[in-house]
Each structure stands twice: as C-alpha cells, then as structure tokens.
C-alpha cells in the first residue's frame, strides 16, 4: 500500500536557520539553508581580506614577482573568495600601489598533504571596482 506524502514547507524560518517541512502527518523534516556559495566546489561570495589571506598572499609574491615581471613595493590583499575542494582555491584582490591591482589565484593543498600553497595564475591591470570572478 503506497501512501501519498503531502509536502509543505513554512515560508518562515526556525531559530536555527533551518526550513521547516511536514511529511505527512506523522513526521517532521528539518532542512538546512544551503546557498550556492555554502555549497563544495561552489565560490565564496566576496569577502574582505583577512590576517589568513595576507598571509597566503605573502607566501606567492615571488612567484607573482616572477610571472609579471614586476617588484612590488605594496602588497596587499583586500577582497577575496573561497572554493573548497581537494584543498582551497583563493580569488584574492591585491592593491599593488595607487589605483592599481591584482587578480590571484591560489592553490592550498590539504594540511594532510602537506598543506602546500601554490600561484595558479595572475591577472593585472585590475581596478578596486572590479569584480573577483573565476579565471
């Protein structure tokens, strides 16, 4: 005998974030919010730079140095976003002096792995408006 499950979901909100739904009259179902952001493999929205992310930042510059072929004088992290996946990828804006700015992204390996952070590519010519977006 198959039973007809009636789905309804509350348009509020518990005090724990979560959604609440009746399946059937018997039981109740919690869901947790999930943003795309929230999501593995998904990027962060972006968010302002943090101690972590200068110093990620500070572990590259060499390798930044080298692809651009430009010292830097400043370099500083200002925005950045995340993606987890078999480490962390790292979206990171770098005010480079002035009005001029950067565009990194950065690999972070698991700690089980040695947890080793490498520069996956550069982007110059950048403005403090512009937006962090995958490349």
Known sequence: MSETANVWISSNLNSYGHIRCVV?????????????????????????????????????TCQVEDKTKKKYVEFRAVKYRSQVVAGVNYLVKVNVGGCSYLHLKVFQNLPCYGGEIVLRGVQEDHHEEDPIVPF
């Open 24 to 60: 059937s009259h018997h039981c109740w179902l919690f869901l947790d919010l999930v943003t795309m952001a929230d999501i593995p493999g998904g990027f962060t929205e972006t968010r302002n730079a943090t101690e972590e992310i200068q110093k990620i930042c500070d572990q590259v």
